[in-house]
């Protein structure tokens, strides 16, 4: 399995919920991914339990960069799923919950 995989599959298991739980959890294992990456890391908690995560990890070439925003709350989990909502199921090339909303540059 590829670490890009593995690491879905974990980031869709934790419950990030909005309104709910929030991001707490999930920006805990995303901080501790990252630090044992080499990042640095700035956090800012905005309110109570609720932190945003800025980070730079240099590369060794000059040029282009990848910019990504993201969401580490989710949506509700609402009715009608076919597999549960926070197993992170592969099958068929897919992976299948809820995942956080994410935009690179």
């Not at 419950?15 to 991001?23: C, D, F, R, W």
């Not at 990042?39 to 109570?48: F, G």
């Not at 009608?80 to 068929?92: C, D, E, K, M, R």
């Not at 992976?95 to 935009?103: A, N, R």
């Amino acid at each position: 399995m590829s670490e890009a995989v593995r690491l879905t599959q974990e980031l869709v298991r934790i419950e990030s919920t909005n309104p709910g739980v929030q991001e707490f959890e999930i920006a805990e294992y995303i901080l501790g991914y990252l630090s044992g990456c080499g990042a640095k890391i700035r956090v800012d908690e905005v309110s109570k339990g609720r932190r945003n995560l800025l980070a730079s990890l240099e590369g060794e070439k000059t040029g282009e960069s990848l910019i990504m925003v993201c969401h580490m709350d989710t949506v509700v989990i609402g009715e009608g799923w076919t597999v549960p909502a926070l197993s992170g199921i592969q099958n068929n090339g897919r992976i299948y919950g809820i995942i956080i909303v994410c935009e690179g540059t």
